[in-house]
């Protein structure tokens, strides 16, 4: 975890939006030395940061580097609770598996905790997903919502709705939904989302929502058998983003939508994710642990299962499935 002075420093220069914070203004601020200043400002250097000192008005932040350590995702967070306490690990097996661990220990909502790499990520029904080094977003985010457990896989589809609009407002690219976990580019996956709870039978004590985005990968980076099926921001743009900006955009648009379903339910989230839904009104093939359902997708409830009108005109409701479509579509 980040020092509390250089978090209180790097809120100063955030707060700043780009000009010049005084040795005096930044001493005052941390409660610290000018000289313990000078060496905080140099640990950022080290860390990739650049910064202009300029004698009689101080220093400021003109780039930051492409990580996403605690210090890179403070610098111009503009959340109320999402990401104030940040767990960053440059290698980690797994963050849904730490992000459990700190949970159940009592971390206060709003937890994240990311790393540069995973070696044993994971997605739905325990597969494995591909997180190479520095090119992706591999984070766990903690919430403590006082809920019954049945409403928890609403979370999947609120973190959709964020993570599609933050894609499209930082990178200007026009993502979809695949329902219930998948976020699509021109057909190709380029994030999975895994929500999972830690509850009592009648309350939730903490959900984890993990979130592995592809950004700045290449097609090299990718297996043979991904190529196809997968693809990052940087291949859809033609050029690669910063990680930390959109970290940054997702955790802003999920606090809001979080709030909105705390005081509204989840109706208006439902309609934000019907817009954005690939399968919405086309024929669909759900493939359920019980066997197959094929038909016309309708949309999704107010508890975000998935409605499939069959070629009978009966309606299916499907609460877990993985989803193709036929060729005829």
Request: aromatic fraction near 8%.
């Amino acid at each position: 975890m980040q020092s509390p002075i250089r978090k209180k420093m790097l809120e100063a220069f955030s707060k700043s939006k780009g000009e010049f914070v005084s040795g005096q203004s930044l001493a005052d601020i941390l409660g610290c030395t000018r000289t313990a200043v000078w060496k905080h400002i140099e640990e950022l250097r080290k860390e990739g940061f650049e910064l202009e000192a300029v004698r009689k008005r101080g220093y400021r932040i003109i780039k930051t580097p492409d990580k996403v350590t605690d210090n890179e995702i403070r610098y111009g967070l503009n959340t109320k609770f999402l990401g104030h306490t940040i767990y960053y690990q440059e290698s980690i097996d797994s963050t849904q598996k730490k992000a459990h661990h700190l949970a159940y220990d009592g971390c206060p909502e709003g937890t994240i905790v990311i790393a540069e790499e995973q070696t044993s990520g994971r997605g739905r029904l325990t597969r494995p997903w591909h997180s190479p080094k520095f090119t992706g977003i591999w984070m766990s985010i903690v919430l403590r919502p006082k809920l019954p457990p049945q409403q928890a896989p609403q979370f999947t589809l609120i973190a959709a709705v964020a993570v599609v609009q933050a894609i499209e407002e930082v990178c200007g690219l026009n993502p979809e939904i695949k329902w219930p976990n998948d976020i699509l580019i021109k057909g190709r996956k380029v994030t999975g989302i895994l929500t999972e709870l830690q509850a009592e039978s009648d309350k939730i004590n903490s959900i984890i929502i993990g979130i592995g985005m592809n950004v700045n990968a290449e097609e090299s980076d990718f297996p043979e058998e991904l190529k196809k099926i997968a693809t990052s921001i940087a291949i859809e743009k033609g050029q690669s983003v910063s990680r930390a900006r959109l970290i940054q955009k997702i955790l802003e648009k999920l606090e809001n939508y979080y709030q909105i379903y705390l005081e509204k339910g989840f109706s208006p989230i439902k309609w934000l994710w019907e817009g954005y839904a690939v399968s919405i009104g086309k024929n669909i093939i759900a493939r359920t642990i019980t066997g197959s359902i094929e038909g016309k997708a309708l949309g999704i409830t107010d508890e975000g299962v998935l409605r499939i009108q069959d070629e009978n005109d009966k309606i299916h409701e499907v609460y877990s499935a993985d989803i193709e479509f036929p060729d005829n579509n």
